[in-house]
T-cell receptor, first 115, second 112 residues
């Protein structure tokens, strides 16, 4: 499966600031996704990152708060804007190859704490 | 909306025993199901998946069973080892999109 690298692996930020998380894959992938995992909780899909076009956001997530870029088939960024303590979570990138038969694979996530 | 849930939030087993982790789903349109293992400090790791045209699928030491009648999914781990200790998530998806809906997770603890 593809090797997925996320940067940074963790960060502590001040409220009101923004942080951009990078997701790099070692091979071209069809689909890339961003998830949030709040402490002790399950994963919630934020958006699907679409190459060359605007991301598709899930209910409860908006572009102004979580702008996403995907300039090519191996790279995506998620920005968490105007952060508050409620944004303290693990943010995970996942990828999926080609056909429906291929499972999603995840990076190790970015652990974000907001003071 | 519809969601995936788990019967047991925690499961403790002895090393060498078999483990069974259960998951209930409510979206009848779901036709793809997947199990992940998440160790502390890491992202979810793919274990095994199954499509709705099957009721059983086996991997290395793991078996997934799907009962569409009662909308139930289970993961069986044979000869559980300490390295199997982790949180296990089930997730569902449907054929029209590639999005996954995750269940709450079960913490499996293997006692030596």
């Amino acid at each position: 499966s593809a090797v997925i690298s996320q940067k940074p692996s963790r960060d502590i930020c001040q409220r009101g600031t923004s942080l951009t998380i990078q997701c790099q894959v070692d091979s071209q992938v069809t689909m890339m996704f961003w998830y949030r995992q709040q402490p002790g909780q399950s994963l919630t899909l934020i958006a699907t990152a679409n190459q060359g076009s605007e991301a598709t956001y899930e209910s409860g997530f908006v572009i102004d708060k979580f702008p996403i870029s995907r300039p090519n088939l191996t790279f995506s960024t998620l920005t968490v804007s105007n952060m508050s303590p409620e944004d303290s979570s693990i943010y995970l990138c996942s990828v999926r190859q080609g056909t429906l038969d291929q499972p999603q694979h995840f990076g190790d996530g970015t652990r974000l704490s907001i003071l | 909306g519809e969601s995936v849930g788990l019967h047991l939030p925690t499961l403790s087993v002895q090393e060498g025993d078999n483990s069974i982790i259960n998951c209930a789903y409510s979206n009848s349109a779901s036709d793809y199901f997947i199990w992940y293992k998440q160790e502390s400090g890491k992202g979810p790791q793919f274990i095994i998946d199954i499509r709705s045209n099957m009721d059983k699928r086996q991997g290395q030491r793991v078996t997934v069973l799907l009962n569409k009648t009662v909308k139930h999914l289970s993961l069986q781990i044979a000869a559980t080892q300490p390295g199997d200790s982790a949180v296990y998530f089930c997730a569902e998806g449907d054929g029209s999109n590639y999005k996954l809906t995750f269940g709450k997770g079960t913490l499996l603890t293997v006692n030596p």
